[in-house]
């Protein structure tokens, strides 16, 4: 009896151990993969935070990815749909595995993995449930990747308490959450091996064998490669080999993984930076002792110095014309306006700053990593400057009549400037200022994002303090003030003259559209500039009331136009390779029906055997060589944002995902398909 008693609990804790129960959601099966979404307490109450589990479980022998997937991959995306009053927050992710592939490697998870997503609910919200909807994507892989997603609506009802039913899961899934570090760390940037430093008392943790960090972004470590690791006094000091980029990470947050002889952990790390190294070895190797710690005022002067040479960079010299313009004048005006236009000015720059550093701010809470002038990274906005720059040069050539204070320059100079305007020249200066860096000032930018948030707005405000330096210098000397020549009717044609500099600061502006938007959104953009200044000359020519509300609808649906197709476009699918074209359905038939030899392969940014493949076969000399002495056309069908007719292709000869090798002999539309791991024989036997 005491056998099937011991047997019977045994069995029972198998059980418990193996299957968790909880309040779900939903749950979806997906071709590869399977989805929930658990709650943890039975309902909500208002001004709590009720905490949901998302599953993510991939068949056998696949695997999903940690939100840095490594080499290649892609990780979740969710995108929640709440009411008012209602937040999500930041999704915590399980500690990640590495995975090696070939001479890659990736971060993800073999087996389930459970995601905590915190909902606040707002003390003010009314209702007595929550309709909440889910769009949810995720990438499985194994030797072939394929993309999962779905959408769905659930709702969560008013309740209290916790459900006892989802205790395990939720315990289960915080044991594997990183913890948060109280150790001190730093990463010593260098342009070979980085080096992170994380200062642990050797009593804490007991005998240390293996240590590994996972970054949270790129440009701190080859992800492939082997990391050692040492103690160093009285800190770990863990080797990070680089790629071949040289580019200075702003972010360099991570988990660290430590096995010791009793237990392994992850723990979150925030290091600082230590960017002065990046200068100091190469270019100063007698410093680099002397600078690899770099004091927070020393970060303050760099700014400083590094705003006041902002001020020679070509992306801020156009917009620096219209103050220099209005320097000219100085010496008609008193000491008090020039001084009070200098702080204005600084007041302008300090404000856009601000405004600029506190969005960034707010990103980077939301657990993103992102740089100095991540603002340029949206068409959208791009679009605008490019707009905005040439309502200006208009403006400038007297088409019509903006209040910028240098439109009178050469026939009213003794009349003051509107500080309004001069607040505008210092926003504009700082919008057309940061994409650009300027010595001294990257290092200082470096170390303030890695920083807590005053330091980061002390350290910006430093910057802003330095760009607008010389001129507030140049508003208190009289003695500048009585150099600058004396005012006529040059100044009409300087004043023309300056507006180009705006127009080909318009054009470079366009350019970036292009490469972010496409070709066709540029179009409209051009069209978008015509049409915004056809209806300026209506406005200000005319000055009738038809004329102006024609120009207001003019403008309304040009930017409209404008707004709609401002998207980021993948450009991956882009070639300049003479012997590798973009894949397309017509392009594919053009080329048989030529009876041409074609070579095409279906690949994405996120799938890893892609990769590989790529660089251990596709990209070689040896396959090159074979496909140009056989005249053969490449063509690269990239599947990493959704494409019907690429999916159409991948259907048709029975795959669900990439990579597929297809190649078709001269003169034969039927496709030899080759293998999905290639190697450079693989490739060049199938082309004989």
């Known amino acids: 009896m005491a056998f099937f008693l011991r047997l019977f609990c045994l069995g029972f804790a198998i059980v418990c151990s193996s299957t968790v129960f909880a309040k779900e959601l939903l749950h979806y099966e997906a071709s590869h993969s399977t989805l929930s979404v658990d709650l943890e307490s039975n309902g909500f109450q208002k001004g709590q935070i009720v905490w949901l589990a998302v599953q993510i479980n991939p068949t056998e022998g696949w695997h999903t990815y940690w939100e840095n997937y490594g080499d290649s991959g892609a990780a979740p995306v969710f995108e929640w749909s709440v009411p008012k009053d209602v937040t999500v927050g930041k999704t915590l992710f399980p500690a990640p595995e590495r995975i090696p592939v070939g001479p890659l490697a990736n971060y993800g998870y073999h087996g389930r993995s459970t995601l905590l997503v915190p909902l606040n609910i707002g003390s003010e919200y009314s209702a007595n449930d929550i309709p909440i909807s889910l769009s949810a994507e995720w990438l499985v892989c194994d030797i072939e990747c394929i993309p999962q997603y779905g959408d769905w609506s659930f709702t969560l009802e008013a309740a209290s308490g916790l459900d006892s039913s989802a205790e395990q899961l939720f315990a289960q ?35 240390i064998q293996e240590v590994y960090f996972y970054p949270l972004s790129d440009g701190l470590v080859s992800y492939s490669a082997k990391q050692d690791w040492q103690w160093v006094d009285d800190s770990i000091s863990i080797n990070l080999p680089k790629e071949h980029s040289t580019d200075t990470p702003i972010n360099a947050n991570g988990v660290l993984y430590i096995l010791t002889n009793t237990a392994d952990y992850y723990f979150n790390l925030q290091p600082s930076l230590d960017a002065m190294t990046v200068v100091s070895t190469d270019a100063l190797p007698s410093t680099k002792a002397s600078v690899a710690v770099m004091p927070l005022w020393q970060v303050f002067v760099f700014a400083v110095i590094g705003g006041i040479i902002l001020n020679l960079m070509p992306c801020v010299f156009p917009v620096l014309s219209l103050k220099a313009i209005a320097l000219v004048s100085a010496n008609y005006k008193s000491r008090k306006n020039r001084i009070l236009e200098g702080w204005v000015y600084s007041l302008g720059i300090w404000v856009s ?70 607040f505008f020249k210092g926003v504009l200066a700082t919008l057309v200022a940061t994409p650009c860096t300027a010595p001294f000032m990257a290092p200082a930018i470096g170390y303030a994002l890695s920083q807590p948030t005053p330091i980061i707005f002390a350290v910006f405000t430093a910057l802003a303090f330095g760009l607008a330096l010389p001129f507030l210098i140049l508003s208190y000397s009289d003695k500048a003030a ?135 076969a596709l990209k070689t000399d040896r396959v090159q060589q074979a496909f140009a002495e056989k005249n053969i056309t490449v063509l690269k069908g990239d599947w990493t944002n959704r494409n019907e007719d690429i999916a159409s292709v991948l259907a048709r000869y029975g795959r669900a995902g990439v990579p597929l090798y297809l190649y078709f002999p001269a003169g034969s539309k039927d496709a030899v398909l080759l293998p999905e791991i290639l190697s450079p024989a693989i490739v060049i036997e199938h082309l004989k």
Do not use: H
């Open 482 to 616: 009585n150099l600058m020549p004396k005012p006529g009717p040059w100044m009409e044609k300087l004043k023309q003259g300056l507006g180009f500099p705006m127009l080909l600061t318009a054009c470079w502006l366009v350019y970036v559209y292009n490469i972010q938007a496409g070709s066709d959104a540029a179009f409209i953009l051009l069209v978008v500039i015509t049409s915004i200044s056809f209806a300026l000359w209506l406005w200000y020519d005319f000055q009738l009331k038809a004329t102006k509300t024609i120009a207001i609808l003019i403008t309304g649906l040009a930017l409209y136009g404008f707004i709609t197709v401002s998207k980021p476009v993948n450009n991956a699918t882009s070639t300049n390779s003479e012997y590798e074209q973009t894949f397309t359905e017509a392009r594919l038939k053009s080329l048989l029906d030529a009876e041409k030899p074609v070579f095409a392969y279906f690949t994405a940014e996120w799938c890893i055997t892609c990769k590989v493949n790529e660089r251990v």
């Open 173 to 207: 899934a915080r044991s594997q959450i990183p913890e948060d570090s109280y150790w001190q760390s730093k990463i010593i940037l260098s342009n070979k091996n980085n080096e992170l430093r994380v200062y642990i008392d050797k009593k804490d943790l007991g005998n």
């Open 353 to 422: 700053f601000m405004a600029i550093v506190f969005v960034l701010v707010l990103i980077r809470a939301g657990g993103n990593a992102i740089g100095w002038g991540f603002q340029l990274q949206s068409p959208l906005f791009v679009g605008l400057l490019a707009i905005l720059m040439v309502i200006v040069a208009l403006s400038l050539f007297g088409i019509f009549y903006i209040r910028l204070g240098i439109e009178g320059a050469g026939q009213s100079l003794t009349v003051q400037d509107s500080l309004k305007s001069t």
